[in-house]
């Protein structure tokens, strides 16, 4: 069984669309993250939501939206894509907001043509 | 300003030749020094904690040790499959989950 997972593995689009990457975590974690790992490698964190509430909101466009319907659940949905946005997206999740250990899933590369 | 960084970017060993990667970190109030392992097309992965100066941990055939300005992940007597980035971390801000990482290196280990 997957502890964290994330879905589309790969996602390919053209600049202006619209995309969401959708993640899942079975572990009973109250708190998820995402992270952006850019072309230079960097990991970078972008939101976390402790039990659905959202607790970290980095310097991120508004394009960028997160959606947690339920603490096992965080979504990220993504506005007028730029070639800029290429990347690859990690889901993430901790027991708790000040847990050591984070999980993380598996990625989601996406290219932005 | 808040910063972690990781030398070398790049290392290649022959297989049972020991080496030591090496990260730096300025982060005002220290609440941990983490090291993950990221294998490619992988997210990475929880390897230590370290909590203050003079800590050490061990897992197999790697160890972690801490100072007041650097940590070293020692890897004694690699093997193939240690390959992978080895990407070191630091808390900042409220929550133990929001860390800056390191660019990682990148270790490769050769039979």
């Known amino acids: 069984d997957t502890a964290v997972s994330q879905t589309p593995k790969y996602l390919v689009t053209q600049m202006g669309n619209d995309k969401s990457i959708k993640c899942e975590q079975n572990l009973g974690h109250d708190t998820m993250y995402w992270y952006k790992q850019d072309s230079k490698k960097f990991l970078k964190i972008m939101f976390s939501?402790?039990?659905?509430?959202?607790?970290i909101n980095e310097t991120v466009p508004n394009r960028f939206s997160p959606k947690s319907p339920d603490k096992a659940h965080l979504n990220l949905h993504i506005n007028s894509l730029e070639l800029g946005d290429s990347a690859v997206y990690f889901c993430a999740s901790s027991l708790m907001a000040n847990s050591e250990k984070l999980f993380f899933g598996s990625g989601t590369q996406l290219s932005v043509l | 300003e808040d910063q972690v960084t990781q030398s070398p970017e790049a290392l290649r060993l022959q297989e049972g030749e020991s080496s030591s990667l090496n990260c730096s970190y300025t982060v005002s109030g220290l609440r941990g020094l983490f090291w993950y392992r990221q294998d490619p097309g992988k997210g990475p992965e929880f390897l230590f904690t370290?909590?203050?100066a003079g800590e050490e941990k061990e897992k197999e055939r790697l160890k972690a040790t801490l100072t007041k300005k650097e940590s070293f992940l020692h890897i004694t007597a690699p093997k193939p499959e240690d390959s992978a980035t080895y990407l070191c971390a630091a808390p900042v801000g409220g929550s133990q989950g929001n860390l800056i990482f390191g660019k990682g290196t990148k270790l490769s280990v050769k039979p």
């Open positions: 939501y402790n039990n659905k509430e959202l607790i």
């Open positions: 370290l909590y203050s």
